[in-house]
């Protein structure tokens, strides 16, 4: 995804807990064999919150 102009994105990281719940589910993912992309992408989204945001144009 690319911003543009009038668009803001927010990434901020969750507390402890989810950093742990999502290095957990990292580890298991791995362990069963699922693409290394696909497990670091759903740790990822898991351990921060992401919030996209439209603004009207000035």
């Not at 543009?4 to 791995?30: C, D, N």
């Not at 069963?32 to 919030?51: D, K």
Request: net charge positive; charged share 10%; no cysteine.
């Amino acid at each position: 995804m690319v911003p543009r102009r009038g668009v803001a994105i927010y990434m901020t990281p969750r507390e402890l807990p989810f950093w742990i719940v999502s290095a957990s589910g990292g580890g298991l993912g791995a362990s069963v064999g699922a693409p290394l992309p696909v497990v670091l992408l759903a740790a990822f989204l898991v351990a921060t919150h992401v919030s996209v945001e439209r603004r009207p144009h000035s």
